[in-house]
């Protein structure tokens, strides 16, 4: 696809408001092209994902926590969340019934591994302010609840000034601030996981996802200064084991105080490993930065501006893809989850399927209306209004994590009084309703 600036192509416009033009780059679930907002003419990238399959009635198409339709949840909820400015921005979330678009600040200068590979290995000075801003953009996204969990140089971008963007959070997991909280989805590229994630699994006590990210960190920290990775090895069994040990070996040009901090990062023992506030004090961290600058630097102004705490209030647990729906107010997710072709509604609840379904029965009955469920194990309920002057059907798709998608279809007739003044309010107060109904 031809850049609208200077392509002989016509530009392809997208929602009447975006001209999108060349491919940025593309992974594993997405496809990131270089766009022009028409309005103000500001430049965007926009990473376009495949839409996910509607959620089936026994919910298994949403089910798995490392679909793309996850990655792309994951990814605007951490998002959402983040406002810093070493992470890349969310500028807006669009979605059409093919694809789903997230708008996301411009990082002009390109990948910071690009970087590595030109000159073979940067400079201390130039890795410091890097590592800076890394931590800077790192232990904010903790304060926020967000770990990254994939953090490498290919998700670091960098601006037109070669400032760091932190971007993909397509594996993070946000959290409580529940201090037993730990995580359980084994997630990350090879090379740059921590040990702790590699043995993790269903059952285990899990693994603190601050210090998993200061590992990658590490492993981020050894690739700008040495060119290559600390652990390789083209069989996995063996690359496993060399992380596990934590062995690794600095080149010659590593200064003394960076092999210290180096191996401190990487401590397989993640009890042991340093912490942010440890690095803070550390000697080759701290090298000709004033200690009130560097609490700007790791405190930079406007971080928080406009941030809702919704998600802090929750209790632990990791988010499932529809628990975004729950916070979806402000993100146009119409076209996902509102089939605008038809009355219906979907919106997600964190209640259990009965009781949703026992709030609908006792509001048919002091309505007098005639009710009956239906469905698998009673998913579903069906209300008659007095005369037959209308029927409502409400379908409860059961989803992971104790949360699921309520649908509500007419059947005949008008309903709109019903739903809205009975109904509606019932199920909006405990159902989370959002953005959305
Ligand atoms: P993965 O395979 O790691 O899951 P992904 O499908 O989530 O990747 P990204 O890594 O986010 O996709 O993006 C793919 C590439 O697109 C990046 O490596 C980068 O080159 C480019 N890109 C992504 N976001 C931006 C941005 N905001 N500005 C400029 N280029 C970007």
Known sequence: ?????????PAKVIFGKYELGRVLGRGASAKVYYARHIASGRSVAIKVFP???????????????????DSFIREIFALRLLRHPHIVRL????????????????????ELISRVHDRGRLPDDLSRRLFHQLLSAVSYSHSRGVFHRDLKPENLLLDDAGDLKVSDFGFSAVSSFSE?????????????????????????????????????????????????????????????????????????WTQPDLRRLISRLLDPNPATRISVDGILRDPWFARDVDPDQLATMMRPQ????????????RRGGELNAFDLISFASGLDLSGLFV????????????????????????????????????????????????????VLRLQVHRLTGG?????????????????NEKLRPVLRGPLHLGGLG
Request: aromatic fraction near 6%.
């Open 1 to 9: 696809m031809a850049e609208s600036s200077g392509g002989a192509l």
């Open 51 to 69: 839409k996910p399959r509607r959620p089936s009635s026994s919910g298994s198409s949403s089910s798995s926590s490392s679909s793309s339709s």
């Open 91 to 110: 500028h807006e979330v669009l979605a059409s019934r093919s694809s789903v678009y997230l708008v996301l600040e411009l990082a002009k200068g390109g």
């Open 180 to 252: 037993d909280y730990l995580l359980h989805t084994q997630c990350g590229t090879p090379g740059y996981v921590a040990p702790e994630i590699l043995v993790s699994r269903k059952g285990t006590t899990g693994y603190d996802g601050a210090k998993a990210d200061i590992w990658s960190c590490g492993v981020i920290l050894f690739v700008l200064n040495a060119g290559y990775l600390p652990f390789n090895d083209r069989n996995l069994v063996s690359l496993y084991r060399k992380i596990h040990r934590g062995h690794h070996r600095c080149p010659r």
């Open 302 to 313: 406007g971080s928080d501006a406009g941030l809702d705490d919704k998600p802090h209030r």
């Open 339 to 390: 089939d605008a072709a038809s009355d219906r509604v979907r919106f997600a609840s964190v209640e259990p399927v009965d009781r949703i379904l026992d709030r609908v029965e006792e509001v048919g009955k002091e309505e007098g209306l005639v009710l009956r469920r239906e469905g698998e194990k009673g998913s579903a309920a069906v209300i008659e209004g007095h005369k037959g002057e209308f």
């Open 403 to 419: 949360t699921a998608v309520v649908e509500v279809e007419v059947g005949s007739g008008s309903y709109g009084s019903f739903w």
